[in-house]
């Protein structure tokens, strides 16, 4: 288990504290008062970790972006990029895509807030949105489009991002809203069966709508 200094315990209660705060109720509207409260520190401890608020809000989304930021995406391309000359290549390359995805979003250990602090941040035009889409959404949609690009050349130029928000939005669904399911489900995680699950239903259906191999996928393993 890590350790921190007295320092660092503070600056990440603090992160922690604003994290949480701006899941429920947006950036906007998260005071420093309020974040000092639920952090059990000084208001001043604010100022003297991060020389205000707006940089303890860029701390937080580099917290909340991290998997999705540190998920190399060249590495993930380089991995599928040469099975793309097959049909079954392609549907391995799609599955690729698809589990690197999952794994960014869902790997253990990840703050429960950070993705409900994305979904917040993408509601709103300022430059906290600008930093999430330039560092995690352009990038990823890119690689996305990339992949069906060559899956199906003859997609027009709008299609390509159409089938990407069709893999992605049930991912993001279930990040953004992960308290309702879980509550509904009754439990406190995502587990391993249920992510294998999700990702084999969404590569199946675009495996078929594309015409390519249906790989084994979940019941396999």
Known sequence: MTTYSTGEGTRRALIEAAGELAAEVGFSSVSTRAVATRAGENAGSIHYHFGGKGNLFEAVLLEATKPMREEV??????????????????????????????????RDG???????VVYQVLRKAGPLRDFVV??????????????????????????????SFL????????????DVILDRMG???????????LEDRIVWQTQRYFGLPCDGGERNR
């Open 134 to 163: 330039e560092k995690v959404v352009d990038p990823w949609l890119c690689a996305a489009e990339g992949l069906f690009r060559a899956i199906d050349p003859g997609l027009t130029e709008e299609e390509p991002l159409l089938h």
């Open 110 to 116: 990840e703050p429960a807030w950070a993705c409900r």
């Open 73 to 106: 995406l060249a590495d993930v391309v380089a991995v599928y990029e040469p099975l793309l000359a097959t049909a079954a290549g392609r549907a391995r390359a799609l599955r690729i895509f698809v589990h690197a995805m999952i794994e960014a979003l869902f």
């Open 167 to 178: 893999v992605a939005m049930p991912i993001y669904f279930h990040a953004d809203y992960m």
């Open 187 to 197: 439990l406190d995680g995502y587990g391993t069966a249920y992510l294998a699950k």
